[in-house]
């Protein structure tokens, strides 16, 4: 499909973070850091950071003891990193300690977006737990020690656009994309540590079937390579268009990539495949109530 009219260094641009969290915080923070300061060198508006950007742990256990509340030491450098930058942040899996944690003794995983101020302006706890056990990939239980987010956040304006916030196994579930772009979002995330037998089969397939049955961009950083004995992610960041074609796509290992953001061929998109306009609520309800 044609794109718009815009030139292209008119339009924003977005910077997709790839990285191999291990259990050592500080050297996590440091790769990060070094990675939003190249994307703001390089005129991003916005970096993504893939989920467990802040660390990936041996087993629960350690997971508990590394975890911080989103007012902790942590969370301070990245607001301080996102106002000397002058870049907004999407931090996209962030092992929280809620209020609720002396009770529980349970995290969230929380999709954390900052503005170019460094101020929280959505979080988002991550809805839909990865419990599954897929053969060769080893057993995968996150409810042993996160708790589920309860509601969706509403799509947040940027300066790249309204971005609708989700976490790596909510793109298996359509109706939380559905939702998100039905309540204004023009870009979907999904930050992830997705693994290498899932990874192969069913990430790429997946991103570009989001982007387009909701007719978004979909952002998508990843962790990748392998995190410690027990754990390895698939990697292959990118960024899909509403078309469905990948227009960004980091090679191996660490690293980003940079995509610009045509909102003006979004709405075309729109306009020439109006799906939305065409759905049969009558038949099987309708996804589009505004989000509290």
Same mark, same amino acid.
């Given at each position: 499909?044609?794109?718009?009219?815009?030139?292209?260094?008119?339009?924003? @641009?977005? *910077?997709?973070?790839?990285?191999?969290?291990?259990?050592?915080?500080?050297?996590?923070?440091?790769?990060?850091?070094?990675?939003?300061?190249?994307?703001?060198?390089? /005129?991003?508006?916005?970096? =993504?950071?893939?989920?467990? =950007?802040?660390?990936?742990?041996?087993?629960?256990?350690?997971?508990?003891?590394?975890?911080?509340?989103?007012?902790?030491?942590?969370?301070?450098? +990245?607001?301080?990193?996102?106002?000397? &930058?002058?870049? #907004?942040?999407?931090?996209?899996?962030?092992?929280?300690?809620?209020?609720? #944690?002396?009770?529980?003794?349970?995290?969230?995983?929380?999709?954390?977006?900052?503005?170019?101020?460094?101020?929280?302006?959505?979080?988002?706890?991550?809805?839909?737990? &990865?419990?599954?056990?897929?053969?060769?990939?080893?057993?995968?239980?996150?409810?042993?020690?996160?708790?589920?987010?309860?509601?969706?956040?509403?799509?947040?304006?940027?300066?790249?656009?309204? $971005?609708?916030?989700?976490? &790596? +196994?909510? @793109?298996?579930?359509?109706?939380?994309?559905?939702?998100?772009?039905?309540?204004? *979002?023009?870009?979907?995330? +999904?930050?992830?540590?997705?693994?290498?037998?899932?990874?192969? *089969?069913? #990430?790429?397939?997946?991103?570009?079937?989001?982007?387009?049955?909701?007719?978004?961009?979909?952002?998508?950083?990843?962790?990748?390579?392998?995190?410690?004995?027990?754990?390895?992610? +698939?990697?292959?960041? @990118?960024?899909?268009?509403? #078309?469905?074609? $990948?227009? *960004?796509? &980091?090679?191996?290992?660490? /690293?980003?990539?940079?995509?610009?953001?045509?909102?003006? =061929?979004?709405?075309? @998109?729109?306009?020439?495949?109006?799906?939305?306009?065409?759905?049969?609520?009558?038949?099987?309800?309708?996804? /589009?109530?505004?989000?509290?």
């Amino acid at each position: 499909m044609a794109r718009s009219s815009s030139t292209s260094w008119e339009l924003p @641009m977005v *910077a997709v973070c790839q990285v191999t969290s291990t259990p050592n915080k500080q050297e996590n923070f440091k790769t990060c850091a070094e990675l939003v300061l190249e994307a703001a060198r390089l /005129g991003a508006c916005l970096a =993504f950071l893939p989920e467990a =950007f802040d660390f990936i742990a041996r087993n629960p256990a350690e997971t508990l003891q590394l975890s911080e509340p989103l007012d902790g030491d942590l969370l301070g450098r +990245y607001s301080q990193l996102a106002r000397e &930058c002058g870049i #907004w942040l999407s931090l996209g899996g962030f092992h929280e300690r809620g209020q609720d #944690w002396e009770q529980t003794q349970k995290i969230y995983n929380c999709h954390v977006l900052l503005n170019n101020k460094g101020s929280v302006v959505a979080r988002y706890r991550k809805t839909h737990l &990865c419990d599954v056990e897929i053969p060769g990939q080893g057993p995968m239980r996150e409810s042993n020690s996160t708790l589920p987010g309860t509601t969706l956040e509403p799509p947040i304006s940027t300066p790249a656009g309204k $971005v609708g916030l989700a976490i &790596c +196994y909510d @793109m298996r579930f359509p109706e939380l994309s559905l939702k998100l772009a039905q309540a204004g *979002a023009e870009i979907l995330t +999904y930050p992830s540590a997705f693994g290498s037998v899932t990874g192969p *089969a069913h #990430w790429e397939v997946l991103l570009r079937a989001r982007a387009i049955e909701s007719q978004c961009y979909v952002i998508a950083a990843a962790q990748c390579g392998r995190h410690h004995e027990t754990r390895a992610s +698939y990697g292959h960041s @990118m960024v899909v268009d509403p #078309w469905g074609t $990948v227009v *960004a796509r &980091c090679s191996e290992g660490p /690293g980003l990539c940079l995509a610009r953001i045509d909102l003006n =061929f979004l709405q075309q @998109m729109r306009q020439h495949l109006p799906v939305f306009q065409h759905r049969r609520s009558d038949l099987y309800g309708n996804l /589009g109530q505004p989000l509290s």
